[in-house]
């Protein structure tokens, strides 16, 4: 079959971009799928042999730097999942962040631009002050994030980022004519990570219960009562399908989109399911002081993202973590050399 469409991953030998890789190519046939990544990250490097073995080529390119302009190949669609993706850390390494996060994303756009390629950029819910959480957090009947929520206000650095690429996509567009989808995500889990406190919630408390390795609920009077939603991989690269083949209907769009009110749950309730899962019962210590950082409460109300593409998630979170565990089991001598 000739192939004449392709799809470039920004960050495709991270979590988000491998699934999505791996996924993409097996859901669209007619589609070649590339990666950019300049693997600086150990677990990069092993979800490199991972596209390697899907027969999927990266560009060891920093995507920051003049060599990713100098890329021949013309790519129907960008999709930017390039990141430094963990927010306590963006506070102490704030020029890499801005290097990896909004410079990388002022580079996609200029190639764009010259290619007349469609982008679809991965948010997040960090773009959303820190303040518009705690409201939420505090109301009885709480309301959900959506596209309409507030984003005037502190956000941490890495949130800040996000939001500035966001920005500058919207200026590129109005006036290059870039087309372009947002999406405003909140946790997502699946295969692929590792346990690693930067990679997330969920995957850190069960590598850790399976483990029996202390934990700490931290903040919030320590009694692990934060919320999140939770949205797994694969629904979030059944929606980016979805999205591709509809670009030409619907572009220019903001969506917030995450695991929704089904797929919440507190820190202390992901306590329960991982004692569940894995039979283990860690010692969970509190610390009271809250991370200036850290947010109390994000569901995402995901009304406008199921109006537009009948999508909303499937995986529960009880599958969830169950998927999870399986390939932290699976894998986990190869997991080991992440520590
Ligand atoms: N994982 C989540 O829960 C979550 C939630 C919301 C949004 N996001 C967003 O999704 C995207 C992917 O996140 P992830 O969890 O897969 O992170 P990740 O760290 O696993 O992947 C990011 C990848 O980008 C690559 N990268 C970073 N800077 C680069 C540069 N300058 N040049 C080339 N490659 C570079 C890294 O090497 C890494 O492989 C990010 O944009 C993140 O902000 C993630």
Known sequence: MMKNKSILIA???GFVGTNLAIYLKKELKNFTVYSVDNLKKTYSKFNLNILKKNKIMNYNIDISSKKFLEIKKKFTFVIDCSADPAVE?????SSNVFNNNLKTTLNILEKSKKDKSNLIFISSSRIYPIDESNKKFRLKDKSYFDEKTNTDGIKTLYGF?????????KEYSYIFNIKYIINRSGIITGPLQFGKVEQGLISLWLWRHLKNLKLNYIGY??????????????????????????????????FCIGGGKNNSLTLKQLTKKCQEITKNHPRIGSVQKTSKYDIPFFISSNKKIKKFY???????????LKKNLEWLKKDNKKIKKFF
């Not at 980022?161 to 996509?169: D, F, G, H, M, V």
Request: proline share 2%.
């Open 11 to 13: 960050g495709g030998c």
């Open 89 to 93: 850390n963006s506070r102490k390494e």
């Open 221 to 254: 009077g320590g009694n692990g009562y934060q919320i999140r939603d939770v949205l797994y991989v694969d629904d979030f690269s059944s929606l980016i399908k979805k999205q591709i083949l509809t670009f030409s209907k619907i572009n220019n769009q903001i």
């Open 310 to 320: 009948n999508w909303s998630p499937k995986t529960n979170i009880k599958i969830i």
């Open 161 to 169: 980022t996000k939001y500035a690429s966001e920005l500058l996509i």
